[in-house]
């Protein structure tokens, strides 16, 4: 049987990554997936986007290694500074999506957006997911920050693997692992909702400290770390 860990949305947050490395060491994962925003939001792009290009066989580009990678937003100097010229050169060059099949499901990864609208949870209408689901079983993806799964008509599967680095709702670290055979299209086929507590006083200070130093709405991460509640655009 084949585990593979599928991991996204670190946003620049070290110590929600370090506690990511560790729990995939104790369970001896060695094939990783990343399915974009490795950078932006938090302090630490740099170590958060340098762990996943060591660790992670396949690296998919998020909206945040869109608009960083392309400087779309003036306001994000402060992550072309830190990530230097290697790595911005990288980050537009990342595929959108990757398939491949387990347990004889086609299983379909993307980030969210920018190939989606929006950032939306496995609850939005079935009519919504029928279309990226065309010629594939499951849909793997990130964006929403919010881990979970749902079973729709036909044998379909949507999953999303919530956010290692900014999960809202649960403020743990959040990843997947899927365990099947490649060849074995009678094999089970399971999948395994992962929420890691880690230190988001750490996490919240570290955004503190660099806002002083240019990083844009710190204190904005900083209370999503602590709080698992959105903030860039609270509801009135």
């Known amino acids: ?10 946003h ?29 939001k938090g302090p630490s792009s740099k170590d958060t986007m340098r762990w996943s290009l060591e660790h992670c066989k396949i690296i998919l580009q998020g909206n945040w290694e869109e608009g960083i990678g392309l400087k779309q937003y003036p306001k994000d100097e402060f992550y072309y500074e830190q990530l230097g010229e290697e790595y911005m050169a990288l980050l537009p060059t990342l ?21 989606l609208a929006d950032a ?57 692992i899927l365990t099947g055979d490649e060849q074995d299209e009678t094999a089970p086929f399971d999948v395994n909702l992962v929420t890691i507590p880690y230190d988001n006083q750490q996490a919240a200070n570290d955004a503190l400290e660099a806002e002083k130093r240019g990083l844009v709405k710190g204190d904005l991460f900083a209370k999503e770390v602590l709080t698992g509640v959105y903030a860039r655009h609270p509801k009135k």
């Open 120 to 176: 939306v949870g496995v609850h939005r209408e079935e009519s919504y997911f029928r279309p990226l689901l065309e010629n594939h079983d499951v849909l793997i993806y990130a964006d929403a920050h919010k881990i979970g799964m749902r079973l729709l008509t036909g044998r379909k599967m949507v999953i999303n693997c919530g956010s290692v680095g900014n999960g809202l709702n649960l403020n743990m670290v959040q990843y997947l």
């Open 1 to 10: 049987m084949k585990q593979i860990a599928i991991v996204a949305d670190m």
């Open 12 to 40: 620049g947050n070290w110590p929600a990554t370090q506690t990511l490395d560790r729990d995939l060491k104790r369970r001896g994962m060695t094939e990783i997936y990343c399915l974009g925003d490795m950078v932006g």
């Open 95 to 115: 595929p959108m999506e990757h398939s491949f099949t387990l347990s004889g499901r086609r299983i379909r990864m993307i980030h969210g957006r920018p190939l």
